[in-house]
């Protein structure tokens, strides 16, 4: 069986956002709400000042904390791997926000990040929480694709709508491959470094599971117990904790 | 029944006070509407919690609520499952109290989740047995069930009979459960090193006991004109005896687990519970809630006062509010470092309910302030088994 | 394809005349251009469930990257790097993705219209009504007709911003001013953008020209101020080649960047310096005192001393005849006058970067081939630039660098065909011999009143109209530029348009509308025709095309279109040629036909073709230079020998045919030269240290840079663009004052604090971001945001970082000095 999954080098990740950006477009992302965020942090001080970023997808666990806590099941986790959420499930509890550790999870219902606020200029109507003329052909409830309706939690769903066209037996989406270029997640394929990759982890012989194997892939937080299916490698895969600014 | 027969020397204050009461329920509820009406208009946008604070004031409303009944019930069942004869004075003002705050405490919730309406089938038909959240709505759903169909068997006169009895102990066991999975709810978040901790379930079982307590020593004394010689000789006795030391004791005991928590939450590294614990400890509503909210209760309750209606009143009352200020501490400053937000949000993250979410508590409260007012001139709260 | 419509629909003329009364309603004393409303139905087009994917450029910066349209039930939905285009290779920045918020941006402009309040301000409302294209055109050919008439012709002037090679817009811009007769039709925005570099190529290799540059071979890159991984381009390809260089790439590319503040390139190099703003050029001097003194100079390209011994030693000259120099020339001179005292630690003093630091650097860059030093506005935009340019090419000539493997050459042009109409063929007498003729250009460019060596002066037009130096402008067409906003000293132009008929072609509200008296809005990048050769990129040459993905949504014009229109109105030749021209499409099948005669690799040889794969290319660049011996390309390898004099015809055109470190090209204006600059005698042609000329009297100084997200201009007004501005400090909101600790603790500031920033011109406000990421001597405030007109996202938010610039120039590039200024803060 398939199961997705992400590598993400950091000794490559110039830290563009094109993955946010692209995916904001694919996914018709509210603008600051982004299912990928490149997250900054800045360090020491001047003349060596240390700055340093990290590109964070949903981790799409596989002990997704956010599913355990679900009390409808509406977080769940398909055969292949991926979180989705089914938005007919949702009852907008939001303890699966509060669970994630990652951070990955959003309302609809939330203040807009700026103002005016675009729901309010491409308003929606009956399951659409709004609706912009730039909204692609994807719709999928049950799968958390698309526009979410009023009330429920989204997050990035690996770009289900398209992985789950992929041939079966696939063993890396490459936006290398002509073939497979629509089935790439959206991150994945505009990412101009070559920063990440996608593919199966349970084939040894996939490009992500060998890039875990040269390069010691790491994940986050592993004393969370999520066991992410997102890698990363390369320069310090650490967040920085927090301190006081 | 044993019930004073006689008008009250003090009857002019009780109806003073329960005139104001209705007054207060009123307003409230106006003011409420009104507040709450962004939620109508905007929905949940006219909120201030945002995916950097998910949980906010409604949350943290419906933890206190919920918990005081929780107490209420604890004090309720001192007579009726413990067989400890001197609370049956209390007893039904308890379990009506219990219904009431539980009301609270889900209006604040409900207005709080996005799709309420649908949980009525999601929740059965999914039978999501990992999450604790999960188990606490069956748990709470079980106790209301209880807590309603006891009241309405008390409420019939039926204080001790076998099923009686039974569902008496049945919801003083699910309240015990539902509680233990609402702390579970918060005290399993290892990712939230400040909410994570297995004595969570314990911490809020005694913070319980307490809130319900505090209720008693406020509201009671109220309902009877803050004046114990209007009270039955049985209730006036457990208000001045019992009831008072064993708030003192649980207050005690709530003050050094307030004391350890934020001890060990200054002593350790993690940011998450020392940055927080530190920007809550050097707040001045922490600085209330405990010097004010706590050890001067806790004081006024070791002193000879501690028998009299007004003490009990001043110090059920700041309880009231120490409690309802840790509540909201205790949820939002689990939330207070963002998560994995970068320079989005790079300092603690600035919360303050907004007037929607106010407005919704101030709702809530209002409705249960006039089911408790209709409770009390209806339902005959004084009531007792006979001796 | 969908061909653009011309017809105004009664739906059209209801939407745009519902957008003004809107305007007029919402806006009485706000200026406001639009209205507030949804945007619904306009683009509902007829379902068909297929997905279409159409072949395009992006046009959100000059690196042309090649897209995939995805276009579905008439909605735009998303935009894709296209894989058969060899700079996007199917990938794309963070701005590439924004297109379809742009296509939709619901404050466009739905249809042409006329300004009827005759008083200009940012608080008057134009008012404007709609009108039809051809009343538009009219008014505007009747003008024009009637300046030439009056023998005014140069009085009309046209600028724009975008624009590169033969057809720049679509049409070529350049013979409407030839045949219509007028110096300023058109000026460019050059000098606002970054002449800086043209000019020291100019000066030093002869190529006026940006580089195009090989990183992909190279084994190190020694950045001055151009912003790889945020504001360079081709950004897209940048990065491409940065995943290729610092992991795939055996061995990995070393990378030193110099910039003011910690960035996203300085974090992901492996040296940050951060220099003293305006002193690049002293690093760069003593890089190459190091190069020389510890004899790491590439002898096959450079040449040596006579007797092979290093006679290069700290304070000494040379004998100019013991060293014999092979493609470059003036490196002894150089050195006695001016080299042989820049040392690491002189430039210590200078720039506050570490001595040793500048050693270590000049070791890595001297000792690893190939290396690129490279140089953008961060370095030249001071009134040294050129100076600190020609410093830094020269470490490239130091190395042997150029036109070699890894290296850095010059761009070839596309293998076009003819254009429909030749314009000498429809000179009348009028634009042959006018009045014009004698005029100098409005901006002074090419004047020695003005600046001489200059490409263009944007920026000095508002002032030297309002001045009547050299005349008044009666006419102004403004394309894709917006100088009342993006000029140093933004206030003079916004001034000097309310004396100028002004004619607007943005498709979104912008301070230039708001000022106009016509606006005939443009098509936005996604519903039109063009081509584009590139951007400087590899050398080889590369034409991509542009296709419409739907039709315009609203009643608006293709720039080109709307020039060939106007030009059809104008009397005598001129009129004929725009209508042998015909339209733009007409135009890019003129030109394809040129592929013809030469495929492109990728089997493209017409106009169809081109349009099916968005692009021409024909690898590879045709030089090389290998360890000093040049060499053409004969169809199969580098194999012609190249003499002395090709390489001066065709690579470099300088007096000597070398790479000057003593400047021929400088030398001719010598006298001009010394005038305007007062420099040196002895030095005033090589790459010397001068000091910058820092303007204000405040004690920080005013950087502006661009990030990542500042799409040209274009993401002011796109929410999703907004909220990730400046990712390192947070600003998602609007561009923040970076502000070091110490400033901030000196004057009381804390993060999100509201700051006053002054300059002599005035004063701004900003929202403060306290942060070790900037010098302590220095205030970081990108650009971008501050519009006092614009859309509803972009009006109001942030601050107008130009209205304090002060307008200082290079007096040799005409390069306005953006980060020149000192300014104070204090909190609001």
Same mark, same amino acid.
């Given at each position: 069986?398939?199961?997705?999954? #992400?590598?993400?080098?950091?000794?490559?990740?110039?830290?563009?956002?094109?993955?946010?950006?692209?995916?904001?477009?694919?996914?018709?992302?509210?603008?600051?709400?982004?299912?990928?965020?490149?997250?900054?942090?800045?360090?020491?001080?001047?003349?060596?000042?240390?700055?340093?970023?990290?590109? =964070?997808?949903?981790?799409?666990?596989?002990?997704?904390?956010? #599913?355990?806590?679900?009390?409808?099941?509406?977080?769940?986790?398909?055969?292949?791997?991926?979180?989705?959420?089914?938005?007919?499930?949702?009852?907008?509890?939001?303890?699966? #926000?509060?669970?994630?550790?990652?951070?990955?999870?959003?309302?609809?219902?939330?203040?807009?990040?700026?103002?005016?606020?675009?729901?309010?200029?491409?308003?929606?109507?009956?399951?659409?929480?709004?609706?912009?003329?730039?909204?692609?052909?994807?719709?999928?409830?049950?799968?958390?694709?698309?526009?979410?309706?009023?009330?429920?939690?989204?997050?990035?769903?690996?770009?289900?709508?398209?992985?789950?066209?992929?041939?079966?037996?696939?063993?890396?989406?490459?936006?290398?491959?002509?073939?497979?270029?629509?089935?790439?997640?959206?991150?994945?394929?505009?990412?101009?470094?070559?920063?990440?990759?996608?593919?199966?982890?349970?084939?040894?012989?996939?490009?992500?599971?060998?890039?875990?194997?040269? =390069?010691?892939?790491?994940?986050?937080?592993?004393?969370?117990?999520?066991?992410?299916?997102?890698?990363?490698?390369?320069?310090?895969?650490?967040?920085?904790?927090?301190?006081?600014? | 029944?044993?019930?004073? +027969?006689?008008?009250?020397?003090?009857?002019?204050?009780?109806?003073?006070?329960?005139?104001?009461?209705?007054?207060?329920?009123?307003?409230?509820?106006?003011?409420?509407?009104?507040?709450?009406?962004?939620?109508?208009?905007?929905?949940?946008?006219?909120?201030?919690?945002?995916?950097?604070?998910?949980?906010?004031?409604?949350?943290?409303?419906?933890?206190?609520?919920?918990?005081?009944? +929780?107490?209420?019930?604890?004090?309720?069942?001192?007579?009726?499952?413990?067989?400890?004869?001197?609370?049956?004075?209390?007893?039904?003002?308890?379990?009506?109290?219990?219904?009431?705050?539980?009301?609270?405490?889900?209006?604040?919730?409900?207005?709080?989740?996005?799709?309420?309406?649908?949980?009525?089938?999601?929740?059965? +038909? $999914?039978?999501?047995?990992?999450?604790?959240?999960?188990?606490?709505?069956?748990?709470?759903? +079980?106790?209301?069930?209880?807590?309603?169909?006891?009241?309405?068997?008390?409420? %019939?006169?039926?204080?001790?009979?076998?099923?009686?009895?039974?569902?008496?102990?049945?919801?003083?066991?699910?309240?015990?459960?539902?509680?233990?999975?609402?702390?579970?709810?918060?005290?399993?978040?290892?990712?939230?090193?400040?909410?994570?901790?297995?004595?969570?379930?314990?911490?809020?079982?005694?913070?319980?006991?307490?809130?319900?307590?505090?209720?008693?020593?406020?509201?009671?004394?109220?309902?009877?004109?803050?004046?114990?010689?209007?009270?039955?000789?049985?209730?006036?006795?457990?208000?001045?005896?019992?009831?008072?030391?064993?708030?003192?004791?649980?207050?005690?005991?709530?003050?050094?687990?307030?004391?350890?928590?934020?001890?060990?939450?200054?002593?350790? $590294?993690?940011?998450?519970?020392?940055?927080?614990? %530190?920007?809550?400890?050097?707040?001045?509503?922490?600085?209330?809630?405990?010097?004010?909210?706590?050890?001067?209760?806790?004081?006024?309750?070791?002193?000879?006062?501690?028998?009299?209606?007004?003490?009990?009143?001043?110090?059920?009352?700041?309880?009231?509010?120490?409690?309802?200020?840790?509540?909201?501490?205790?949820?939002?400053?689990?939330?207070?470092?963002?998560?994995?937000?970068?320079?989005?949000?790079?300092?603690?993250?600035?919360?303050?309910?907004?007037?929607?979410?106010?407005?919704?508590?101030?709702?809530?409260?209002?409705?249960?302030?006039?089911?408790?007012?209709?409770?009390?001139?209806?339902?005959?709260?004084?009531?007792?088994?006979?001796? | 394809?969908?061909?653009?419509?011309?017809?105004?629909?009664?739906?059209?003329?209801?939407?745009?005349?519902?957008?003004?009364?809107?305007?007029?309603?919402?806006?009485?004393?706000?200026?406001?251009?639009?209205?507030?409303?949804?945007?619904?139905?306009?683009?509902?087009?007829?379902?068909?469930?297929?997905?279409?994917?159409?072949?395009?450029?992006?046009?959100?910066?000059?690196?042309?990257?090649?897209?995939?349209?995805?276009?579905?039930?008439?909605?735009?939905?998303?935009?894709?790097?296209?894989?058969?285009?060899?700079?996007?290779?199917?990938?794309?920045?963070?701005?590439?993705?924004?297109?379809?918020?742009?296509?939709?941006?619901?404050?466009?402009?739905?249809?042409?219209?006329?300004?009827?309040?005759?008083?200009?301000?940012?608080?008057?409302?134009?008012?404007?009504?709609?009108?039809?294209?051809?009343?538009?055109?009219?008014?505007?050919?009747?003008?024009?007709?009637?300046?030439?008439?009056?023998?005014?012709?140069?009085?009309?002037?046209?600028?724009?911003?975008?624009?590169?090679?033969?057809?720049?817009?679509?049409?070529?811009?350049?013979?409407?001013?030839?045949?219509?007769?007028?110096?300023?039709?058109?000026?460019?925005?050059?000098?606002?953008?970054?002449?800086? &570099?043209?000019?020291?190529?100019?000066?030093?290799?002869?190529?006026?020209?940006?580089?195009?540059?090989?990183?992909?071979?190279?084994?190190?890159?020694?950045?001055?101020?151009?912003?790889?991984?945020?504001?360079?381009?081709?950004?897209?390809?940048?990065?491409?080649?940065?995943?290729?260089?610092?992991?795939?790439?055996?061995?990995?590319?070393?990378?030193?960047?110099?910039?003011?503040?910690?960035?996203?390139?300085?974090?992901?190099?492996?040296?940050?310096?951060?220099?003293?703003?305006?002193?690049?050029?002293?690093?760069?001097?003593?890089?190459?005192?190091?190069?020389?003194?510890?004899?790491?100079?590439?002898?096959?390209?450079?040449?040596?001393?006579?007797?092979?011994?290093?006679?290069?030693?700290?304070?000494?000259?040379?004998?100019?005849?013991?060293?014999?120099?092979?493609?470059?020339?003036?490196?002894?001179?150089?050195?006695?006058?001016?080299?042989?005292?820049?040392?690491?630690?002189?430039?210590?003093?200078?720039?506050?970067?570490?001595?040793?630091?500048?050693?270590?650097?000049?070791?890595?860059?001297?000792?690893?081939?190939?290396?690129?030093?490279?140089?953008?506005?961060?370095?030249?935009?001071?009134?040294?630039?050129?100076?600190?340019?020609?410093?830094?090419?020269?470490?490239?000539?130091?190395?042997?660098?150029?036109?070699?493997?890894?290296?850095?050459?010059?761009?070839?042009?596309?293998?076009?065909?003819?254009?429909?109409?030749?314009?000498?063929?429809?000179?009348?007498?009028?634009?042959?011999?006018?009045?014009?003729?004698?005029?100098?250009?409005?901006?002074?460019?090419?004047?020695?009143?003005?600046?001489?060596?200059?490409?263009?002066?944007?920026?000095?037009?508002?002032?030297?109209?309002?001045?009547?130096?050299?005349?008044?402008?009666?006419?102004?067409?403004?394309?894709?530029?917006?100088?009342?906003?993006?000029?140093?000293?933004?206030?003079?132009?916004?001034?000097?348009?309310?004396?100028?008929?002004?004619?607007?072609?943005?498709?979104?509200?912008?301070?230039?509308?708001?000022?106009?008296?016509?606006?005939?809005?443009?098509?936005?990048?996604?519903?039109?025709?063009?081509?584009?050769?590139?951007?400087?990129?590899?050398?080889?040459?590369?034409?991509?095309?542009?296709?419409?993905?739907?039709?315009?949504?609203?009643?608006?014009?293709?720039?080109?279109?709307?020039?060939?229109?106007?030009?059809?109105?104008?009397?005598?030749?001129?009129?004929?040629?725009?209508?042998?021209?015909?339209?733009?499409?007409?135009?890019?099948?003129?030109?394809?036909?040129?592929?013809?005669?030469?495929?492109?690799?990728?089997?493209?040889?017409?106009?169809?073709?081109?349009?099916?794969?968005?692009?021409?290319?024909?690898?590879?660049?045709?030089?090389?230079?290998?360890?000093?011996?040049?060499?053409?390309?004969?169809?199969?390898?580098?194999?012609?020998?190249?003499?002395?004099?090709?390489?001066?015809?065709?690579?470099?055109?300088?007096?000597?045919?070398?790479?000057?470190?003593?400047?021929?090209?400088?030398?001719?204006?010598?006298?001009?030269?010394?005038?305007?600059?007062?420099?040196?005698?002895?030095?005033?042609?090589?790459?010397?240290?001068?000091?910058?000329?820092?303007?204000?009297?405040?004690?920080?100084?005013?950087?502006?840079?661009?990030?990542?997200?500042?799409?040209?201009?274009?993401?002011?007004?796109?929410?999703?663009?907004?909220?990730?501005?400046?990712?390192?400090?947070?600003?998602?909101?609007?561009?923040?004052?970076?502000?070091?600790?110490?400033?901030?603790?000196?004057?009381?500031?804390?993060?999100?604090?509201?700051?006053?920033?002054?300059?002599?011109?005035?004063?701004?406000?900003?929202?403060?971001?306290?942060?070790?990421?900037?010098?302590?001597?220095?205030?970081?405030?990108?650009?971008?945001?501050?519009?006092?007109?614009?859309?509803?996202?972009?009006?109001?938010?942030?601050?107008?970082?130009?209205?304090?610039?002060?307008?200082?120039?290079?007096?040799?590039?005409?390069?306005?000095?953006?980060?020149?200024?000192?300014? &104070?803060?204090?909190?609001?």
């Amino acid at each position: 069986m398939t199961k997705w999954g #992400m590598v993400i080098d950091l000794d490559k990740c110039t830290g563009c956002q094109a993955c946010s950006t692209a995916c904001q477009m694919e996914n018709n992302r509210l603008p600051g709400e982004n299912y990928q965020d490149v997250l900054y942090y800045t360090d020491r001080s001047q003349p060596t000042p240390k700055l340093v970023w990290f590109p =964070r997808p949903c981790m799409h666990c596989e002990e997704p904390s956010c #599913m355990h806590v679900c009390p409808t099941k509406a977080t769940f986790k398909t055969e292949e791997g991926v979180v989705l959420v089914d938005w007919n499930k949702c009852i907008g509890c939001k303890y699966c #926000m509060i669970a994630c550790p990652y951070g990955v999870r959003f309302y609809t219902d939330e203040k807009p990040v700026i103002e005016p606020n675009v729901k309010d200029v491409f308003p929606g109507t009956g399951d659409l929480s709004w609706n912009p003329p730039y909204k692609g052909p994807q719709q999928d409830n049950a799968h958390g694709v698309g526009i979410q309706p009023h009330g429920v939690v989204s997050k990035c769903t690996f770009c289900y709508h398209k992985i789950s066209k992929a041939p079966k037996g696939t063993s890396d989406l490459s936006n290398e491959d002509p073939a497979l270029r629509e089935y790439v997640p959206a991150c994945v394929r505009t990412c101009a470094p070559t920063a990440r990759y996608f593919g199966d982890l349970d084939n040894p012989n996939s490009e992500v599971s060998r890039l875990i194997s040269d =390069r010691d892939g790491a994940r986050l937080l592993e004393h969370t117990g999520n066991k992410p299916q997102v890698y990363y490698l390369g320069r310090s895969a650490v967040v920085p904790g927090f301190k006081k600014s | 029944m044993s019930t004073i +027969t006689n008008l009250a020397p003090d009857q002019a204050s009780i109806s003073r006070i329960s005139n104001l009461r209705l007054m207060v329920g009123v307003t409230g509820l106006v003011l409420g509407l009104l507040a709450g009406i962004g939620l109508l208009s905007g929905g949940h946008a006219t909120f201030n919690t945002s995916s950097l604070l998910t949980w906010g004031l409604p949350v943290s409303t419906y933890v206190f609520f919920v918990l005081t009944s +929780t107490g209420l019930t604890f004090v309720a069942s001192l007579a009726m499952v413990f067989g400890l004869k001197d609370f049956y004075p209390v007893a039904k003002r308890c379990v009506w109290g219990a219904v009431v705050t539980l009301v609270i405490g889900f209006i604040s919730l409900g207005l709080e989740i996005g799709n309420p309406i649908r949980m009525l089938w999601v929740i059965p +038909t $999914n039978m999501a047995v990992t999450s604790p959240l999960w188990w606490m709505g069956l748990f709470y759903l +079980t106790y209301a069930i209880l807590l309603f169909w006891k009241f309405h068997l008390i409420n %019939q006169g039926d204080w001790s009979s076998q099923l009686s009895k039974l569902v008496g102990i049945a919801s003083f066991v699910a309240v015990i459960f539902a509680h233990a999975t609402l702390g579970s709810v918060f005290g399993m978040m290892a990712m939230r090193p400040f909410w994570y901790g297995p004595m969570v379930p314990v911490y809020f079982l005694i913070t319980a006991f307490l809130s319900g307590l505090a209720f008693i020593m406020l509201f009671i004394n109220l309902d009877y004109g803050v004046n114990q010689s209007n009270m039955s000789e049985g209730a006036a006795r457990a208000m001045s005896r019992q009831l008072p030391a064993i708030f003192a004791i649980v207050l005690g005991l709530v003050i050094v687990f307030t004391i350890a928590k934020t001890m060990t939450g200054l002593w350790t $590294n993690v940011p998450e519970n020392k940055i927080v614990t %530190q920007h809550i400890a050097s707040s001045f509503l922490f600085q209330f809630e405990l010097w004010i909210g706590m050890v001067l209760p806790f004081l006024l309750m070791l002193t000879a006062k501690r028998h009299e209606a007004k003490t009990q009143v001043v110090a059920g009352g700041l309880v009231i509010i120490a409690l309802f200020i840790g509540r909201y501490e205790y949820v939002v400053g689990g939330q207070l470092v963002p998560m994995f937000k970068g320079a989005w949000a790079d300092g603690l993250i600035d919360y303050t309910p907004s007037l929607t979410e106010i407005g919704i508590v101030v709702l809530a409260v209002s409705i249960g302030i006039l089911l408790y007012a209709f409770g009390d001139k209806r339902l005959s709260l004084s009531d007792q088994p006979n001796a | 394809m969908d061909k653009p419509t011309m017809k105004v629909t009664r739906r059209r003329f209801l939407q745009a005349s519902g957008t003004a009364a809107g305007a007029a309603g919402a806006a009485i004393g706000t200026g406001q251009l639009v209205g507030l409303k949804p945007i619904g139905e306009a683009q509902a087009q007829q379902a068909s469930g297929q997905t279409v994917v159409n072949k395009s450029i992006c046009g959100q910066c000059p690196a042309r990257c090649g897209i995939d349209i995805y276009t579905t039930d008439g909605r735009v939905h998303a935009i894709y790097g296209s894989n058969d285009h060899p700079i996007a290779n199917g990938k794309l920045c963070p701005k590439g993705h924004l297109g379809t918020y742009i296509l939709y941006d619901p404050d466009r402009f739905k249809g042409p219209m006329k300004r009827t309040n005759p008083n200009k301000g940012r608080n008057e409302d134009p008012k404007f009504v709609p009108i039809s294209w051809d009343e538009a055109f009219k008014t505007v050919a009747d003008r024009l007709n009637a300046l030439r008439d009056k023998g005014e012709s140069h009085r009309f002037g046209l600028f724009f911003g975008r624009g590169w090679g033969a057809s720049d817009v679509g049409v070529n811009i350049a013979p409407f001013g030839k045949l219509y007769g007028s110096p300023n039709a058109p000026i460019g925005h050059s000098s606002i953008c970054s002449d800086g &570099s043209v000019l020291a190529k100019q000066c030093t290799d002869g190529n006026a020209s940006y580089s195009s540059y090989d990183y992909r071979n190279a084994n190190y890159l020694l950045i001055f101020g151009a912003n790889f991984l945020e504001a360079f381009r081709p950004y897209n390809n940048n990065m491409q080649v940065w995943g290729h260089i610092r992991r795939d790439k055996t061995p990995r590319t070393s990378v030193t960047y110099v910039d003011v503040h910690m960035n996203q390139t300085a974090a992901a190099a492996d040296r940050a310096l951060l220099v003293k703003p305006g002193t690049d050029g002293a690093l760069a001097l003593a890089i190459a005192h190091v190069i020389l003194t510890e004899g790491l100079w590439e002898r096959s390209f450079v040449g040596d001393f006579t007797d092979g011994q290093n006679r290069f030693k700290t304070g000494q000259t040379i004998e100019p005849d013991s060293f014999t120099e092979k493609w470059t020339n003036g490196l002894a001179q150089w050195w006695n006058t001016e080299l042989k005292d820049r040392t690491p630690k002189w430039a210590e003093a200078i720039t506050t970067i570490p001595a040793d630091l500048i050693v270590k650097t000049a070791r890595e860059f001297g000792t690893t081939r190939p290396a690129i030093a490279l140089f953008e506005r961060g370095a030249h935009n001071h009134s040294n630039g050129v100076l600190n340019g020609m410093a830094i090419h020269s470490l490239n000539a130091l190395v042997g660098s150029l036109f070699a493997e890894g290296g850095l050459a010059y761009q070839m042009g596309p293998a076009y065909g003819p254009a429909p109409a030749d314009p000498a063929d429809y000179m009348d007498d009028y634009a042959k011999n006018g009045p014009h003729k004698k005029m100098p250009r409005i901006d002074l460019q090419g004047h020695e009143d003005g600046y001489l060596m200059a490409k263009n002066m944007i920026q000095e037009v508002g002032t030297n109209h309002l001045a009547g130096k050299p005349y008044k402008l009666d006419t102004a067409l403004f394309y894709m530029t917006n100088p009342c906003f993006s000029t140093p000293k933004a206030k003079d132009w916004e001034e000097a348009l309310k004396s100028m008929f002004v004619i607007a072609t943005s498709p979104f509200p912008d301070e230039t509308s708001m000022m106009a008296d016509l606006i005939l809005p443009d098509t936005t990048y996604i519903e039109r025709w063009q081509d584009a050769p590139t951007y400087p990129f590899q050398g080889w040459p590369l034409a991509q095309l542009r296709t419409p993905a739907v039709k315009p949504l609203y009643d608006v014009k293709t720039f080109g279109d709307t020039l060939i229109g106007i030009g059809k109105l104008i009397k005598g030749p001129t009129g004929e040629y725009y209508k042998k021209v015909e339209s733009v499409e007409n135009i890019l099948r003129h030109l394809a036909k040129g592929f013809e005669a030469n495929p492109g690799d990728n089997g493209v040889k017409d106009f169809e073709g081109w349009k099916a794969k968005g692009c021409w290319y024909k690898k590879p660049y045709h030089w090389r230079q290998v360890r000093g011996e040049f060499f053409e390309w004969d169809g199969k390898g580098w194999n012609k020998p190249m003499s002395p004099d090709q390489v001066k015809a065709k690579l470099m055109p300088t007096a000597s045919g070398k790479f000057e470190f003593v400047s021929s090209y400088m030398e001719k204006k010598k006298d001009w030269v010394l005038k305007a600059t007062g420099r040196d005698p002895a030095k005033y042609n090589m790459p010397h240290w001068e000091p910058p000329k820092y303007t204000g009297s405040g004690d920080l100084h005013f950087i502006t840079p661009k990030t990542a997200m500042h799409a040209e201009g274009r993401s002011a007004n796109l929410p999703h663009a907004i909220t990730l501005f400046q990712p390192a400090n947070g600003g998602n909101k609007q561009s923040l004052a970076e502000l070091h600790p110490s400033v901030a603790k000196a004057k009381g500031i804390k993060s999100g604090d509201r700051i006053k920033i002054k300059s002599d011109l005035g004063e701004i406000f900003a929202i403060a971001k306290v942060t070790e990421l900037t010098r302590p001597d220095t205030l970081v405030l990108p650009f971008e945001h501050g519009h006092w007109a614009g859309g509803r996202w972009s009006k109001g938010r942030g601050s107008h970082v130009d209205e304090i610039t002060p307008a200082q120039s290079d007096r040799i590039s005409g390069m306005a000095n953006y980060y020149t200024g000192k300014v &104070s803060v204090e909190k609001a």
